[in-house]
């Protein structure tokens, strides 16, 4: 059984990165269960090469004080983001920025502007796994101490808004963030109110996650 770090302060997202791995040889352990230290701090900012250099060296730091002097260990960090098309012409919209954006938008709001922009309602929700790599993992020819994997799941926003409880069983499934409003394609219902095999096949961070482990294996 190998064990990998998730440098993460939401247990929702630990919660899904286990069920994710449920087929695996390894154990999923939250850097802060761990060591009891802070996880990393996640600069608000739009560049995703940048957010993701900044946020992986102060990971990095974080592991080295704590847990491995010499990264002979495995970790990793999960960036989420959201990209609505119609809005999305200079720059991803919500993009990285997607866990704020939600808080401080309403959905009538964003749905009377997709309607006056013509009702493209297609989006797409990515996520970014950045594994680092112990000495042993790198490539001869390259420097990098990480590597990134990366997935997406298409569909659309909802026409109206939904509204019903968090999955108590697969609590990512839930009524807070993205999830509420996405449609995958070929579904009629958000994805947080479809069965578990019908949400599995859509679940923008599983394909991230089995690059990952098939790299690892």
């Known amino acids: 059984m190998v064990e990998i770090v998730f440098f993460t302060s939401s247990p929702i997202k630990l919660a899904h990165a286990r069920y994710l791995c449920r087929d695996y040889a390894v154990r999923i352990v939250g850097f802060r269960e761990k060591t009891f230290g802070a996880n990393y701090e996640e600069p608000r ?22 847990v491995s002097k010499d990264g002979h260990k495995l970790f990793f960090i999960e960036d989420t983001s959201v990209i609505i098309e119609v809005l999305s012409k200079e720059r991803e919209v919500p993009g990285l920025d997607v866990k704020y954006w939600m808080k401080e938008t309403q959905f009538a709001q964003l749905d009377e502007t997709l309607r006056d922009m013509g009702n493209d309602r297609r989006c797409r929700v990515r996520s970014d796994l950045v594994l680092h790599l112990p000495p042993e993992l790198r490539s001869k020819d390259s420097s990098d101490s990480y590597r990134i ?6 569909g659309r926003i909802v026409e109206h808004e939904r509204h019903f409880e968090t999955n108590l069983l697969y609590p990512w499934l839930d009524n807070k963030t993205f999830n509420k409003w996405f449609v995958p394609e070929n579904c009629q219902d958000p994805i947080s109110l479809l069965p578990i095999e019908e949400a599995d096949k859509h679940d923008f961070r599983a394909g991230a996650f089995r690059e990952m482990l098939g790299f690892l294996e």
């Open 149 to 154: 994997f990366t997935s997406f799941s298409f």
């Open 45 to 66: 900012i739009y560049d995703r090469a940048e957010l993701i250099e900044r946020s992986y060296q102060d990971a990095l730091q974080r592991w080295k004080n704590f």
